[in-house]
């Protein structure tokens, strides 16, 4: 309560100032493995070079600031003992591309090279040593170009259809005398049979960069040109089952076509900086190749201002009943709802409630009239669904009283978003996230 | 005075009535002063969570805290292990972890144990009212987990003694996954019975290595297991001197050569070699303050607890899952006896025979001993030539009767494994053949 606590009040000007400087002459590459191996040395780099300023060296403050210089963060600003207005804080804002067609399996649409590849793999033919080596990602080509040509082109949809495609993968399995031998790269064919019907997800991760915007225009004339509708392909593939020669060569075709598919953004990133007077190199090649590798994790977070978030009429109501009313997310709701009634309960009474013993009970009446008065301009109030008495009793008690391990937890969650906006990499949270230690549950709400 | 401001928030909490409270919740001064002055809790592990974890437990009212850890403090904890400086590099992590939280905040005793959790006797651990783990290893859990479940009676209506529980709390990180959970042996699932939830570590078959390598890993792996005790049989690998790691290093970019792959670099060296998890800051915190929180409710009851895993997931915004596991009834770690099905006739050699060769109980066994009650039916060591001629009599006539629970130990259990007679064909619990 006390963050929230800290959003209202009067603009202000830092306080003091620091700059911590890490102990630069240990081996970085050592200290910062464990860390590295999660963002990258370009994600550690980006963290050397920032400078992040903290407002309020609270509790939750302090544990987020301790995780971020151990991330890596030299350099800080810290404001404490003033008020700060929301629109200090400006609009929190990252931008990504929202237009993109969604990655769709390669797999059941194979690039020329690709299908060429795929359909020269003869599996009637094959010795029993290369068939038992074929990659997987051929036999799903395979399978997926056979099914499609007996289904009108459609992919396996329902769960007998898939089924029956998996099937059919393993009836392709070689027989002595009837029983089918163990072929490992048909079995995991079969147990990666998905991704002929899904785009594979893996952990996320998009470096920001000054021509950031340039490249997302480059990448929506690639999808619309060369790419037909796709994005450029990654051109990594998976460790499978197969001989070495016909693993490097499947893997020689993926990263060809990624280099070709990074070649063509490349030139329209060029042309674009050139149309607009820009140095056609100001965007090194490499960021270019960075940037298509992980085309496929682009999003789109927009994130409210506080002002906006807190303003009079500001929820959008329906959601805010719904979630209220949904049994996963009710409490988490309740607590958003009183987090934001207790910070009117202190403009009104310039106390927390909960503050004296002997008024709990009262607080809590009081409490949850400010609460109703929030619901109603939402146009979230009436209805059966409302906040639990339970919270409201909950929420009292406290007294907007910090534990240090909630603090821990929130702070925590702050340090590590600061860090994705910092490296670029992964998805920020996109809405208030509400935690609730009681339950041990969370949910995330954008209303 | 500080110490008065410093205790406020926490004792909201343990002075005020909730609607929100674990079973039994009395509030009142007296509980912060129980959890000062005469609670113990124990800390398994003093890295990344352990750091953490003792931060998080000295600012929440825990006075008496023990932690321990074999290992020394390595350069690449630094990014994470908040505890420890540059020049405390090569010291042992428990003593040192110890002294700055006394340093920094006063009035918590912290006592360092430097040692393997092996070293420690079963009365080490049963002095304390809450165990918490921050351990990165499966092995080491499932001692801890052996350990606390060894403490556990059951009643003759077979529920948990609560006196004989000892609840422990686990936390676990990789990058930015973590989890959180509760072990109240007797109550919840135990790690055993949910070995599951831990994935099986990735081993490359080694035709894989020698005859089809693909991947740097690959490449990786095949200079470690195949070369170094081919190339240099008289030296044992150290994983810590950097001359063998680059040598590793060396002989795989070799091996990618001539295979025409790419991709082996000195860090992916280490990263296989070692088995490193990545590991950051903000997960640590996290996952750490979450298992302090449930020690706290635990032994204030001041809110409800965890129901029993919490998994946590910051790659894409923040997602948290929180599941009730349920108990293995047939856990042979924590369960009250695993009903296992013989003839009366069966002599105890038969039966020791039996459950050795038994799919799910055999894991655990290698030479057992078997008790009934006070009695020593078969016993290694000292008493072995004593109880030997029990092993050629019927079961039936050593115990009292069919649903009797025998006690087996082995070397592989840290507490005996409770096996459930069920004499099959005898439905009234007779001993007629």
């Known amino acids: ?447 | 005075m500080e110490l008065e401001g410093r205790w406020r928030d926490l004792d909201y909490l343990l002075t005020r009535q909730g609607n929100v409270v674990g079973p039994g919740f009395e509030p009142g001064p007296e509980i912060r002063e129980f959890l000062h002055n005469d609670c113990r809790v124990l800390v398994v592990g003093a890295g990344g969570l352990g750091c953490e974890l003792l931060k998080d437990l000295a600012l929440s009212g825990f006075g008496n805290i023990d932690v321990i850890d074999m290992d020394t403090i390595d350069v690449s904890n630094l990014n994470r292990q908040f505890l420890f400086r540059m020049q405390d590099v090569g010291q042992s992590k428990a003593e040192v972890a110890a002294r700055r939280i006394q340093q920094r905040i006063p009035g918590v005793t912290v006592t360092p144990h430097h040692c393997m959790i092996q070293d420690k006797a079963l009365d080490f651990y049963e002095q304390f009212h809450v165990i918490v783990l921050g351990l990165d290893s499966l092995e080491a859990r499932r001692y801890m987990n052996s350990v606390a479940c060894s403490f556990l009676e059951y009643d003759e209506e077979g529920q948990p003694d609560l006196a004989t529980v000892k609840p422990m709390v686990d936390g676990g990180t990789e990058g930015f996954k973590g989890h959180a959970r509760v072990l109240i042996p007797g109550v919840t699932p135990c790690f055993e019975c949910t070995l599951w939830l831990f994935p099986p570590q990735t081993k490359f078959p080694l035709c894989t290595l020698a005859e089809t390598p693909r991947s740097p890993a690959h490449c990786i792996e095949y200079a470690k297991i195949i070369l170094w005790p081919k190339e240099r049989p008289d030296d044992s690998f150290d994983a810590d001197c950097e001359e063998h790691m680059k040598w590793v290093y060396d002989k795989a970019l070799a091996r990618a050569a001539e295979f025409g792959i790419q991709g082996v670099t000195y860090q992916l060296t280490q990263g296989v070699v070692k088995n490193i998890i990545p590991a950051i800051a903000s997960t640590n915190a996290i996952v750490a303050a979450q298992c302090t929180l449930e020690a706290l409710k635990m032994v204030t009851m001041c809110s409800t607890g965890l129901n029993n895993y919490m998994m946590y997931v910051g790659t894409d915004g923040v997602y948290t899952l929180t599941t009730p596991y349920e108990r293995d009834d047939k856990c042979p770690i924590c369960s009250a006896g695993i009903t296992f099905e013989v003839p009366p006739s069966t002599t105890l050699q038969q039966l020791i025979d039996q459950l050795v060769a038994d799919p799910d109980l055999g894991k655990h066994l290698s030479a057992p001993s078997v008790s009934y009650g006070s009695t020593n039916l078969f016993m290694r060591g000292a008493l072995e030539a004593q109880t030997r001629p029990n092993l050629e009599k019927p079961i039936s006539d050593l115990v009292d009767g069919d649903g009797s629970i025998v006690h087996v130990n082995d070397r592989k259990l840290v507490a005996a494994m409770k096996i459930r007679l069920k004499f099959s064909g005898s439905t009234n619990g007779t001993m007629e053949m």
């Open chain 1, 1 to 447: 309560m006390s963050r929230e606590a800290s959003l209202s009040g009067d603009t202000s000007t830092p306080t003091h100032s620091l700059a911590l400087s890490g102990e630069m002459a240990v081996d970085k590459s050592k200290r910062y493995d464990r860390g590295i191996r999660v963002w990258g040395a370009h994600g550690q780099e980006a963290l050397e070079a920032a400078r992040v300023c903290l407002l309020n060296a609270g509790p939750t403050g302090t544990e987020a600031l301790k995780n971020l210089v151990l991330g890596g963060i030299h350099s800080f600003t810290i404001v404490d003992g003033a008020k700060v207005t929301a629109a200090d804080l400006g609009n929190n804002f990252l931008l990504t591309a929202d237009s993109l067609a969604g990655s769709r399996a390669r797999l059941s649409n194979p690039w020329p090279e690709l299908a060429r590849y795929v359909e020269g793999v003869d599996l009637a033919s094959a010795e029993d040593q290369l068939h038992s080596h074929v990659p997987y990602a051929v036999l799903l080509a395979k399978a997926a170009k056979q099914w499609q040509e007996q289904h009108d082109g459609k992919l396996p949809g329902s769960y007998p259809e898939r089924a029956a495609f998996k099937d059919m993968i393993r009836s392709w399995q070689r027989h002595i005398d009837g029983i089918p031998l163990e072929e490992e790269n048909f079995a995991e064919a079969a147990s990666n049979a998905h991704k002929v019907w899904a785009p594979p997800t893996v952990s996320p991760e998009l470096r920001a960069s000054p021509g950031f915007w340039v490249l997302v225009a480059a990448l929506r004339r690639f999808i619309e040109g060369e790419g037909k509708g796709l994005l450029p392909l990654e051109g990594s593939i998976p460790d499978m089952h197969a001989s070495t020669q016909q693993y490097l060569e499947l893997q020689r075709i993926y990263r060809a076509k990624a280099d070709a598919d990074a070649a063509a953004v490349e030139a329209h990133a060029r042309a674009i900086l050139e149309g607009a007077g820009r140095d056609p190199a100001a965007i090194p090649a490499a960021d270019i190749k960075h940037f298509c590798k992980h085309a496929r994790y682009l999003r789109l977070v927009r994130c409210r201002s506080l002002a906006e978030e807190t303003g009079a009429g500001s929820c959008r109501g329906g959601a805010l009943r719904a979630a209220l009313a949904a049994e996963d997310t009710a409490a988490s709701a309740a607590l958003y709802v009183l987090l934001r009634a207790a910070d009117r309960f202190h403009q009104t009474y310039q106390r927390y409630p909960g503050s004296y013993d002997s008024e709990v009970e009262e607080d809590a009446a009081l409490l949850k009239s400010q609460a109703q008065a929030l619901l109603a301009e939402c146009g979230a109030g009436g209805g059966a669904a409302g906040v639990a008495d339970d919270l409201v009793g909950e929420v009292c008690r406290c007294a907007a009283g910090e534990l240090h391990v909630v603090a821990a937890v929130v702070g925590a969650v702050a340090a590590q978003e600061a860090i994705k906006i910092v490296t670029g990499q992964f998805v920020p949270l996109g809405g208030v996230l509400i935690y609730n230690a009681m339950a041990c549950t969370s949910s995330v709400f954008a209303f």
